[in-house]
């Protein structure tokens, strides 16, 4: 995240390079140094990028990173400031009054002071770069690559948080009828079926009980399942559907020749291959070409959070996008994952207010319910003991041994650099609130968050970065225009959650809510919201400059 931050102060030292040349005389040499530095900084960043992230080397290195960018920031912020304020009263118009007010200006205090402040900044930056050899830190292993304890055949996969069984799963009965449609029925091309949704509402799980499906088992002559991931590698995934065809001997076979391969054993069949978790088109296109389409109503079943990958693979089917559980579907869900030998709701009636509070926290997302439903399972069937879950549930959701947020952290990880930033902001509102796309556009604009793209206006690249948003399923449309743009938006609690942790983690925002925080924020912005009664919240926007 660091490397969002000193892209976003490289790209503003470059503008006031440009537009404010005259306001900087005296000290427009160190901020040219100064911006070269941290380029080369952020080229390090980006090097650094797929680290372990949990590495505490790492996290120490990027955040005094982030600070040293954070406080450049400041101080030209600052001096800018300064001069405009002494300029305001002129009568030459304002740009004229600034310009003609920093030629002739006479503070060489002033220009000696910034310049001593660049030139502190530069070597904190020197002394950080320094300790990217000093503590070892080119050296720590990418995510997905094995160190040399580890068992190669195993690193490549992905830890996942256990989800709902296939036994457990509600509120698709209509979706699944439709799906084995569609698998079975149809074109005889050979098709590519696509799940969508966002982390934990349960793609998986419904792809899981569609392969399992009795009707569409008799339907293929093959069936194979391989999961993919963020960090998958190609050599892996083929072997896996390979071993599914029984042929065991293709280790020693280079990674180049399996899809030959692999496309030689399925030629001829009718063939089912799920493919779970994908996440860019890189994966996609160096798996499409193993699958042969002999017309023989083969089927390719994808699960994704990017409605994007969804429709490339295939645009001529219709992606199928999950919906959140409703109400009783919760409760529902949350029985079965609690009570044993699925007991009916009914036999608990006095936990039935209850655990409704408690599934309207996890917002109708069935990994989180099915997480909650594990915790009650150990617990004694009484109210106290379920009162005391329902208070300590964002805990368990995003803290505990089965918390789900590093699921949902992934989505956040996979965005372009220019979405974190626009991210980050959703945790300025409060919980379950409609956000007005307009609005949100302005805010993001004036922040500085939307990049100029050509001669687009800045407007219609900022409703891009929403619709993106939204087709990685990291937030909803709440309601659209009649152009089809999205009007209103919102954000499912548990992802605003995960961008208020990151957005504190990265000094990029702090939340204040019913809690008062005993310590002074040190955070770029902070957000006050406050209940006042009858469910209504207060807002508040504010930003600080140390």
């Known amino acids: ?38 380029g ?5 960043l980006k090097d650094l990028h797929g680290k372990r992230r949990d590495n505490d080397r790492v996290k120490v290195w990027v955040s ?44 060489v205090a002033a220009i000696h002071k910034i310049g001593k402040k660049i030139g502190e900044i530069e070597r904190r930056l020197n002394e950080i770069s ?7 830190i080119g050296n720590i292993p990418r995510c997905g690559e094995a160190s040399s304890s580890s068992n190669p055949s195993q690193t490549w996969r992905e830890k996942r948080v256990p989800i709902a069984e296939e036994a457990d799963v509600v509120g698709v009965e209509d979706e699944t009828k439709t799906l084995v449609g569609r698998l079975i029925e149809g074109d005889a091309r050979c098709a590519v079926i696509s799940i969508t949704g966002m982390g934990g509402i349960g793609k998986t799980t419904l792809a899981k009980k569609l392969y399992n499906n009795i009707n569409v088992k ?22 896996s559907i390979l071993k599914s065809l029984g042929q065991d001997e293709r280790e020693t076979t280079p990674e180049e020749d399996l899809p030959k391969q692999l496309y030689e054993s399925l030629e001829g069949k009718k063939y089912l291959v799920v493919i779970d978790d994908i996440w860019t088109r890189d994966a996609w296109n160096g798996l499409v070409s193993a699958f042969p389409d002999r017309q023989k109503g083969s089927r390719v079943l994808l699960t994704t959070r990017k409605e994007e990958i969804a429709k490339y693979a295939d645009a001529q089917s219709t992606p199928h996008k999950m919906h959140f559980l409703n109400e009783s579907e919760s409760w529902v869900l949350l029985c079965k994952k609690t009570l044993p030998g699925n007991l009916a709701p009914p036999c608990l009636p006095n936990l039935e207010e209850l655990g409704g509070k408690i599934v309207a926290k996890c917002g109708g997302l069935p990994l989180a319910i099915a997480v909650i439903g594990g915790v009650l399972s150990r617990k004694e069937k009484s109210v106290n003991e379920w009162y005391k879950v329902l208070t300590s549930l964002e805990w368990h959701l995003n803290e505990s041994e089965d918390a789900i947020s590093g ?48 001669e687009e206006e800045l407007e219609d690249v900022a409703e891009d970065y929403v619709e993106e948003l939204i087709n990685r399923s990291m937030i909803q449309v ?69």
């Open 407 to 454: 699921i949902l952290a992934l989505s956040y990880h996979d965005l372009p650099y220019y979405l974190k930033f626009c991210f980050l902001y959703f945790g300025a509102f409060p919980e379950d609130n409609e956000i007005y796309v307009g609005d949100l556009i302005k805010l993001w604009i004036a922040e500085g968050f939307v990049q100029q793209r050509g």
């Open 64 to 107: 005094q990173i982030r600070e040293a960018a954070y406080d450049a920031e400041n101080v030209i912020d600052s001096y800018i400031f300064n001069i405009q304020k002494q300029g305001r009263d002129t009568s030459a118009g304002f740009v004229g009054s600034i310009r003609s007010l920093a030629c002739c200006i006479k503070d």
């Open 478 to 546: 709440a309601q659209r225009n009649s152009n089809g743009t999205a009007m209103t938006c919102r954000i499912h609690d548990l992802l605003r959650d995960l961008s208020i942790a990151n957005a504190k983690e990265e000094r990029f925002l702090d939340v204040y809510g019913k809690t008062a925080t005993k310590s002074p924020t040190t955070a770029r912005r902070f957000a006050i919201t406050a209940s006042v009664g009858f469910g209504h919240e207060l807002q508040g926007f504010g930003w600080l400059w140390s």
């Open 130 to 136: 320094s300790n990217r050899s000093d503590y070892g």
């Open 40 to 44: 080369w900084m952020h080229a390090l």
């Open 1 to 38: 995240m660091a490397d969002i931050a000193v892209q976003f102060i490289i790209q503003k030292l470059n503008e006031i390079l440009t537009q404010e040349a005259d306001l900087l005389l005296g000290v427009d040499g160190q901020i040219r140094s100064l911006r070269d530095k941290l």
């Open 218 to 239: 008799k339907n293929f002559d093959f069936h194979a399942w391989v999961s993919v991931s963020q960090e998958h590698r190609l050599r892996e995934i083929f072997l």
